[in-house]
């Protein structure tokens, strides 16, 4: 079992900035990834970034590739993501999610959720 637990998130202006942390617990594969999405009202939810936790390396949905970076902290357990030159679209609940790596391959389903942070872009 693993948990994820959020903060972070917040009322913004357009152009400002945001830090969302997600902290890790629990029994976790040696090898694993954490990845944020976003829901708007009335959209599907979409995948935002990920990192592998041990090796570090990451990835981005083109919207925001530019303006946001994922990062973790091993001593901490947690993972963050830093958004900045944020906009309207932007606006949605943003989730953490666990899935455990295996290989070279990206995770076909993430299993663990947070339980969201609301992040709000005023025009």
């Known amino acids: 079992q693993v948990q994820l637990v959020e903060s972070g998130g917040g009322l913004v202006q357009a152009g400002g900035s945001l830090r969302l942390s997600c902290e890790v617990s629990?029994?976790?594969?040696?090898?694993?990834?954490m990845g944020w999405f976003r829901q708007a009202p009335g959209k599907e939810r979409e995948f935002v970034s990920r990192?592998?936790?041990?090796?570090?390396?990451?990835y981005y949905a083109d919207s925001v590739k530019g303006r946001f970076t994922i990062s973790r902290d091993n001593a901490k357990n947690t993972v963050y993501l830093q958004m900045n030159s944020l906009k309207f679209e932007d606006t949605a609940v943003y989730y953490c999610?666990?899935?455990?790596?295996?290989?070279?391959?990206?995770?076909?389903?993430?299993?663990?959720w947070g339980q969201g942070a609301q992040v709000t872009v005023s025009s």
């Open positions: 999610a666990y899935a455990a790596a295996f290989g070279w391959s990206p995770p076909e389903r993430y299993d663990y």
């Open positions: 629990g029994r976790t594969f040696s090898s694993y990834y």
């Open positions: 990192i592998h936790w041990s090796r570090g390396s990451t």
